[in-house]
């Protein structure tokens, strides 16, 4: 049985651990097969093939012991998301083996008990079960995180016709996605919170409504974002620049180091790539660029 | 020149000092004439006459000291909301002034404008510039307060069918709004902040999308209801209690002690009433009920 789960964005801005978008930028794809060895095989390239050390592995192995499922499974895995750049990559994985044991078991799970599968999933890649990637890796679209335990999951009715850019810095780093959990404050002002709390509610009504102002005054975050700038110091300029091509807004994809930008037609896009050009050259940092479109909706 | 402005109730749950709705409960009625003597008159039963204590006072000397009107003003107010109960009496008396100096003295003012000095006059009553209140008092409907400094306002298409009920108890307290202001914590948990956007979310998804369980969902409160329980004991067990009886959800007006009660045709109308009766009685408070409607818009 094949599956597979597309790149995502989480956070959106102020949706920290709540927000996420699916968009067709990249794919994982998964073939779940049952093997009549005992266990779990894991084959694929660049990627950990002991199981406990893989989402699909680790996701793959809670639904085998919490279904009863005797048999053995062999998992192969053909990366498509590139890993440690905010594109959802671990969970994507995940997603796509849940999804195909789900079809292989027959085993009828609802989509939020696959993202609960999927989320566990992710503790093999950053040390905690994040369920905002993998929400969107069943979903589709955008979903909001209603509630981590137990899952509740919401996919947003978007009304806002938008394209996607993405840039992605050649930066890699170990540990990433654990050291940007890092450095997230432990508190914050009540002050920090209402600031967070106006933008995340104008970005949700203008996305909703397909209000591209709401959108650009709610996709800012003072609090994740600003606590982890140093982990990508082109971001604010990169911002300014394509919101002067008039932008719809641009974000942090996940911990970074990928930036999204959202446009559409009222934006400059030549002024937006020389504009991402002329910043990334002066913080002397490669990137590629990915045009996307929001991946809407899986068929199962 | 004569402007009425209506009830509201700030917070709505998860919207701290960033969403208000208003209802046709109560209004006020603002007479506003020119006088020739110089300085501010203020008329009415049962408020402070002194304009520099009265909200619609403030407002309005705010307003001619701006706009450079050298002529007195002579303002009658007449009180139809409660004050001290969390129905935005203090900030209805403001929006009613600005909305009728405005017309009197034809100054086209844009909403967010109006909305700007009757929050100034919210000082005279509370010590602070608050605008959620004053927001539903000059927009009508639910509000969305995008930003404090400058005043940015969005209304909410809402697209949930519901009434309301009032349950507002004999409570009185001295200084209740600053009293109130005080519980709230200055600091919050990463974790605090991460529930209280999830509920959010769904609160304002589920108003515009018209999904009752979402707004069933949101609105609720882990940090401002909290921290004041003590000023509202009754609150947790009188919400039980009308969930039990299917009403869409419940919350506490602004600083309290009403508690807003929205229910529609799937609610046992007289379960409810039952449950508040049982639960006000178990208290030994007594109380008024209020039923209400949405204030969609004033016409100005």
Redesign the interface.
Known sequence: MIAISYSSSANLG??????SMGHDAFYDEVEVLEDHSNGIRISGDGIPLDYKKNTAGLSASMILNDYGIKTGIKINIKKGIPAGLGLGSSGASAAAAVRAINKLFNLGMSHDEMVHYSMHGEIAACGSAHPDNVSSGIYGGIT????KNPV?I?K??INLNFSILLVIPELFMENKTMYARSL???????DE??E???R???L??GL??GDRD?VS?GMNDN?VERARIKMFPYYYDLKRRVIENNAISACISGAGPTVLILYDDKSDYNGILRSVDDVMRSYNIKYILKKSRIMEAYND
């Open positions: 102020p949706g920290y651990d709540i927000l909001l995180v209603q509630s509740k919401k947003l009715k997230v404050p432990s508190k914050i002002t009540m919170h209402i967070s709390t106006q995340l509610s104008s949700i009504s909703i409504t709401l005054y609090i």
